[in-house]
């Protein structure tokens, strides 16, 4: 599936590397994370948030960046994703945070996208996000999602 | 409603799906920006846009929404279609206007996915 892959009962880990510019390819990796968490038997609300997440990280990677990475490992209270690139960095992670703040080309437009809107979306979907940016060297962002006990997938 | 009543009250062409026209659907969401569809289309809606590449297939995959009315009689790139046939997503063509098809369904019984937004998006 992923570059790696370690997969026990209900630990599970994988990662997927992420092409700058490459918008055929933008949704790749979501589509897979969400393959594998519905396999796992995943609440699918979870599902779809990891899901969210992933592909509002992807566009952005592809959107954005030279390279990058997306992990994701589930264990049994949460599902945690990374996503890091090699890219320009966010100058001011507050302003690039805020709907609507967005440095979207014509080119990310005409897809559908840059409204602004992903990395406050990628906050509101999961329960503990992080964002940390070094100007021109590269993001990385870190969330988790609670998976909530006794609830019917 | 079933999905092949929508197909009428539009008058639409199916593009894929045609073996999945019984389905059940009662909310719609309709835009063009598939930033807001991520951050405000709920699971199991129809999705009204006038936007036709394979990110409108892949948005709609991630959110499991139900179908996609392509408005204004808007035609789909091979690709697109291809992306519909792999995720078995409904895909329709009809030649009303955006308005128009909102008016149509919502007069049927179709409300939104979503009726107002409240800054802080809860929970699917
Ligand atoms: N990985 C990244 N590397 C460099 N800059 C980024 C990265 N992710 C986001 N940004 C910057 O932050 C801005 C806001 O990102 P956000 O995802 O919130 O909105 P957007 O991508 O512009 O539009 P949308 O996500 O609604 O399609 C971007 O326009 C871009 O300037
Ligand atoms: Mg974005």
Not at chain 2, 66 to 72: C, K
Not at chain 2, 76 to 89: F, H, Q
Request: glycine share 10%; aromatic share 4%.
């Amino acid at each position: 599936m992923g570059a790696v892959s370690v997969c026990e009962q209900h630990l599970c880990e994988h990662s997927f590397p992420v092409n700058g510019g490459n918008f055929d390819e933008a949704g790749r990796v979501s589509g897979k994370i969400k393959t594998i968490l519905k396999g796992m038997g995943i609440n699918n609300d979870v599902v779809r948030m990891a899901a969210v997440i992933t592909y509002e990280s992807e566009i952005n990677i592809v959107s954005y960046a030279r390279h990058g990475m997306i992990r994701l490992h589930v264990l049994p209270e949460h599902v945690e994703i990374e996503a890091m690139d090699e890219g320009p960095g966010i100058p001011d992670i507050r302003l690039a945070i805020q709907q609507g703040w967005s440095t979207a080309t014509d080119k990310i437009r005409e897809m559908g996208f840059g409204a602004g809107m992903g990395l406050n979306n990628i906050r509101n979907f999961s329960d503990i996000f992080h964002i940390s940016s070094d100007v021109g060297k590269g993001t990385r962002l870190k969330m988790i999602i609670h998976i909530q006990q006794g609830q019917d997938p | 409603m079933l999905l092949r009543e929508v197909q009428k009250i539009l008058d639409a062409e199916v593009l894929v799906g045609a073996d999945k026209l019984d389905m059940e659907v009662h909310t719609a969401f309709g835009a063009d920006l598939m930033s807001d569809v991520l951050a405000f289309a709920d699971s199991g809606c129809l999705l009204l846009t006038g936007l036709t590449n394979p990110q409108v297939i892949r948005t709609a995959d991630v959110l499991d929404i139900a179908a996609i009315i392509l408005v204004r009689g808007k035609k789909p790139p091979p690709e697109t279609l291809r992306a519909a046939s792999d995720k078995n997503i409904p895909v329709l063509s009809t030649r009303y206007i955006l308005f128009e098809s909102a008016g149509r369904l919502y007069e049927k019984g179709i409300v939104g996915s979503t009726q107002k937004v409240d800054g802080r998006r809860v929970r699917l």
